[in-house]
């Protein structure tokens, strides 16, 4: 069975005595791992460490070793940025959750005009520490050895505006337009070129956001005629994008 994975946003080194920060400690304590037990330890700049408790003290107090760095890497070939109109309710975790399990760069929460969902201020960054906390444990849970970014949550008009045409390898919008050239098109023929992609919340972009993307450089993508949740949307193109990625991961 393999050794639990543990995220710890720290500089790591092989030899290094380090007492685990609380919430990586109380997960060590749930898991009800004695001193001599085996785990695995990774800080998101690539590979992970093998690792071992060394003493536990109080609820929140578990001391570890590492042991030897192992470079693996188990990140998708192709980056790939999602840009999404937020979902309401748990769907938006459900997303961050999924895309991190399938491979995703980083996620860009946006408002639109027909978003059900809106934050600001405070509640915002409750929400983006929130979503980065639900990216980090799909990150231990999957494997991968880095995080997913969550960006700050953004107007859509501002974001658009802000990207300029700053490098981003490859930009598409999910749009059940007529014009819209299939996605699976461009998965297996640009091998493992970046893709910034940006799907609408629920009801979709409206006109006017579909055409502001388009001239921001967005090519209008298609998964086929169904119509998909917001929340479905993206991970099926993210999942299309990553599996005929190739290239050095």
């Not at 749930?30 to 001599?36: A, F, S, Y």
């Not at 800080?43 to 042991?67: D, F, H, I, S």
């Not at 934050?119 to 849970?141: C, D, K, P, Y």
Request: neutral net charge.
């Amino acid at each position: 069975m393999p050794s639990p994975r543990l995220y710890l946003d720290a500089a790591l080194s092989t030899g290094q005595e380090i007492d685990l920060p609380e919430e990586a400690a109380r997960h060590v304590q749930v898991l009800r791992l004695q001193p001599g037990d085996a785990l695995t330890l990774f800080n998101g700049q690539g590979g992970e460490w093998a690792a071992q408790v060394l003493r536990m003290g109080g609820r929140q107090q578990v001391a570890v070793q590492l042991g030897e760095h192992d470079p693996v890497s188990r990140e998708a070939a192709r980056p790939v940025t999602l840009a999404v109109g937020m979902p309401a309710n748990e769907r938006m975790d459900a997303l961050v959750e999924k895309a991190t399990e399938l491979g995703v760069a980083a996620i860009q929460p946006l408002h639109c005009a027909r978003s059900v969902l809106r934050l600001t201020g405070e509640r915002a960054e409750r929400r983006l520490s929130h979503w980065q906390s639900v990216a980090i444990a799909a990150a231990q849970q999957s494997g991968r050895t880095r995080v997913p970014r969550i960006e700050p949550v953004r107007h859509l008009a501002g974001w658009l505006e802000g990207l300029g045409m700053t490098a981003h390898g490859r930009r598409g919008v999910l749009s059940l337009g007529e014009d819209a050239s299939p996605l699976a098109g461009y998965a297996t023929a640009n091998g493992a070129e970046p893709w910034l992609l940006l799907s609408g919340p629920e009801g979709g972009l409206d006109g006017q956001e579909e055409t502001a993307a388009r001239r921001a450089g967005f090519a209008p993508v298609s998964l086929g005629p169904r119509v998909l949740r917001a929340d479905t949307a993206p991970l099926a193109a993210l999942a299309l994008l990553v599996a005929f990625a190739t290239g050095p991961r």
